[in-house]
């Protein structure tokens, strides 16, 4: 079955320094692959999307992410990280076709010190 | 576009009481999602709909919810009764069949139950 695996429960960087959340998959084929961030009191926001193509991906408010086969990770980074940017990130895991479902990581908190 | 919509925001009730939480997908979309996100269990899928229709309620957790989609555009989800371990973050989700499963996210309701 596929699973999801962050294995960062909680993170705290300084601000302006530089990002990197872990995500491992475990799924047969070339899966779909997405970051989403949730702010507190929000929803889930679509931060960057694999399919296939380019390994590494851009997305929106400067985080980019790259997908590695071999090592079944899809890792998320930031070079710069501002403020703004202490929420809740989780991964996740599509196959596509008829299943519409996701599989989702437990999260990373990311907190940000001035 | 006006993105997914739920209501209530905020929902406390007693326990014991009936409680419907309501969705209005983003035009268009054919995929609803409804999840529970706790600190305990992360987010977790309770049920997914295609096109109206039922297709995954193996995440609903006992008879007292049930959800239903009678068109396009409205869902519901209903505890009745609730209980106190009911009280979660209850979030819509939609998508586009062919849209290679990105899910849009509601801004979620806070459920607490007395």
């Known amino acids: 079955a596929q699973s999801v695996t962050q294995p960062d429960i909680h993170i705290t960087v300084s601000e302006g320094a530089s990002l990197e959340l872990r995500c491992n998959y475990s799924y047969g084929a070339t899966p779909y692959l997405f970051w989403y961030v949730q702010s507190p009191g929000q929803g889930l926001q679509l931060l960057l999307k694999y399919f296939s193509g380019d390994t590494l991906v851009q997305g929106i408010k400067g985080f980019e992410a790259e997908f590695k086969r071999s090592q079944s990770s899809f890792n998320l980074r930031k070079p710069s990280v501002h403020w703004s940017d202490a929420a809740e990130y989780f991964c996740a895991v599509g196959e596509g076709g008829n299943n519409r479902k996701l599989i989702w990581g437990l999260g990373t908190s990311l907190a940000v010190n001035p | 576009d006006a993105g997914v919509i739920q209501s209530p925001r905020h929902e406390v009730t007693e326990m014991g009481q009936e409680v419907t939480l309501r969705c209005k997908p983003i035009s268009g979309h054919n995929s609803l999602f409804w999840y529970r996100q706790t600190m305990m269990r992360g987010l977790e899928l309770l049920i997914y709909?295609?096109?109206?229709?039922?297709?995954?309620d193996s995440g609903m957790p006992e008879d007292r919810f049930s959800a239903k989609m009678p068109n396009a555009s409205f869902s519901t989800l209903k505890i009745q009764p609730s209980e106190p371990r009911d009280s979660a973050v209850y979030f819509c989700?939609?998508?586009?069949?062919?849209?290679?499963?990105?899910?849009?996210f509601g801004a979620g309701t806070r459920l607490s139950v007395l």
């Open positions: 989700a939609s998508s586009l069949q062919g849209a290679r499963n990105i899910q849009y």
């Open positions: 709909f295609n096109n109206n229709v039922p297709i995954d």
